[in-house]
């Protein structure tokens, strides 16, 4: 399904933050960069009322649940993560995962998704302080509290916060392509991929040291794509040893080096089968795969698809 149009439902009390990512993310007029224009609809359950918000301020949702019928997006920001969603609500949410509609959830809207019961047996994750209780409660759910976001079928599901951000850029490249991800996630100013998942974020000790982030040496690595990257060597450019190394690298990113440069390698891929047309075997060596081969057996691990295949799929889209 195309993304022209989004419909986030509102539930009382709306978390602000959660709704502002959906509102900057898919409302805010971009056409002048090339983002095409959504049609960007505001619903809840009785339209004209004052919702609470967490941070006290009053809201008004000019649309029905009705406006919500023939979104290509229903989108779910968080609420209380104890709220029960009206019966109203739910039958919404089943009828766009019917109809072949995109469902997102930000945090504890999972909740909602599991109280419709789209997430039977489907991979999903809230935000790690409720991903227990989500398991607990709907039983039939893959509720994974490592990752970012889950996307399985027509819904994805996105952990706390800022994990919205990934989601919401995850849906626009998918479907808009990897250049108008970018273009958003510019003007956010975020990344446009994040790699990691929330472990990284779960009570953990920050480490104490002279170097606290690995920032420079990742953002080396990814300058020099095409070349080859051991453990000894990054430890020494980042003056520690392989071990200290290795074990800060998980701690940042939340996975090994050799996986977050392959990651970053496929993602490079996947602009550039998108933005140009350059050979399959061109990309690989400029990417660090070496062969197409090589490319193939990597691309095809994280995404699903052929090189050939994506491209084919994105530039039709596009």
């Known amino acids: 399904m195309a993304l022209r149009s989004v419909a986030v439902i509102l539930q009382d009390p709306v978390a602000l933050f959660e ?16 983002v095409p224009p959504i049609d960007f609809r505001v619903c809840t359950e009785n339209p004209g009322m004052p919702l609470r918000s967490d941070g006290g301020t009053a809201l008004v949702a000019p649309y029905g649940l009705e406006g919500a019928h023939d979104a290509d997006l229903v989108a779910i920001p968080a609420s209380d993560a104890a709220y029960t969603p009206s019966e109203a609500v739910t039958q919404v949410v089943r009828d766009a995962v019917d109809r072949g509609a995109h469902v997102l959830s930000v945090c504890s809207g999972a909740f909602t998704l599991g109280a419709a019961g789209v997430l039977d047996g ?40 800022a994990a919205g951000m990934d989601a919401c850029l995850h849906l626009v490249r998918a479907e808009l392509g990897g250049a108008i991800a970018n273009r958003i996630a510019r003007r956010m100013v975020v990344s ?60 940042e990113t939340g996975t090994t080096p050799h996986q977050w440069i392959t990651d970053q390698r496929v993602l490079r891929a996947r602009e550039l089968l998108e933005e140009t047309e350059l ?40």
């Open 279 to 318: 050979s399959i075997e061109q990309i690989a060596t400029d990417v660090g795969f070496g062969s197409a081969a090589l490319l193939r057996h990597h691309f095809s691990q994280c995404t699903g698809l052929t090189p050939t295949t994506f491209r084919t799929r994105h530039r039709a889209s596009a």
């Open 122 to 161: 489907r991979e999903c994750t809230t935000h790690w302080l409720h991903s227990d209780r989500l398991a607990a409660e709907y039983p039939l759910a893959k509720v994974n509290p490592d990752v970012l976001y889950a996307h399985d079928g027509n819904i994805i599901t996105s952990a706390g916060t």
């Open 19 to 34: 709704f502002g990512v959906l509102t900057e993310v898919f409302a805010t007029d971009r056409t002048e960069e090339g």
């Open 192 to 251: 446009p991929h994040r790699d990691g998942g929330q472990r990284q974020f779960i009570d953990r000790p920050v480490p104490v040291t002279e170097a606290d982030s690995l920032g420079p040496v990742l953002q080396w690595m990814l300058e020099h794509l095409d070349e080859a990257h051991t453990v000894a060597d990054l430890a020494r450019r980042a003056a520690m040893s392989s071990r200290t190394f290795a074990r800060r690298f998980v701690a």
